[in-house]
């Protein structure tokens, strides 16, 4: 059977910046139990153990909201296929290493497994001590609904499916 990691990543006091983290805390309760749920605050310096005798590797944390990413999107990007896709994403700023930056040392150093799926949420709000927006709530459910498909059809060996709803989620 396939080995799936999901790492929610993010910041528990810089509002939005959240996000990731609390898609973990959901994915835990409703994904199979072999499915590995962690949680990342320390901003890529713990990304050796993210990919770690894993298949596959999915990570969820929020982006800054564009114009053409607007608050509450979600985008599906398959770092193996389209490394430069994320790219798109501006990250939020608020981690030592960004998640590219991070993705792209792993990869140098071979550490990436077969497969890595990032999912972005656009998100706007990441001062000090602000709250996740209430915004972002039904979308993280959304993309928590998502995740749980995609990572069951991963265990399965079969492709993610489809991108469903969201035109800006791929």
């Known amino acids: 059977m396939k080995r799936v990691r ?5 910041s528990p006091y810089r509002g939005d910046d959240q996000a990731g983290l ?3 805390g959901a994915l835990r309760g409703i994904l199979p139990p072999e499915v590995e749920v ?10 050796d153990t993210w990919c770690q005798n894993v298949d596959a590797l999915v990570v969820i944390d929020a982006a800054q909201a564009t114009p053409g990413l607007p608050l509450g999107a979600v985008r599906r990007l398959d770092y193996r296929a389209e490394p430069r896709a994320l790219r798109t994403v501006r990250g939020t700023g608020t981690h030592g290493i960004g998640l590219l930056d991070a993705l792209e ?3 140098r150093l071979d550490l990436l497994p077969r497969e890595v799926f990032v999912y972005a949420i656009a998100a706007e709000r990441f001062g000090p001590g602000d709250r996740l927006s209430e915004a ?3 979308p993280l459910a959304n993309l928590v609904r998502s995740v749980r498909s995609d990572v069951l059809a991963m265990l399965k060996d079969e492709p993610p499916q489809a991108p469903r709803g969201d035109p800006h989620r791929r």
């Open 6 to 10: 999901v790492v929610g990543w993010g």
């Open 38 to 47: 962690r949680d990342s605050v320390a901003g890529g310096a713990d990304l």
């Open 136 to 138: 972002l709530r039904e």
């Open 22 to 24: 609390w898609a973990a």
């Open 105 to 107: 040392l792993a990869e």
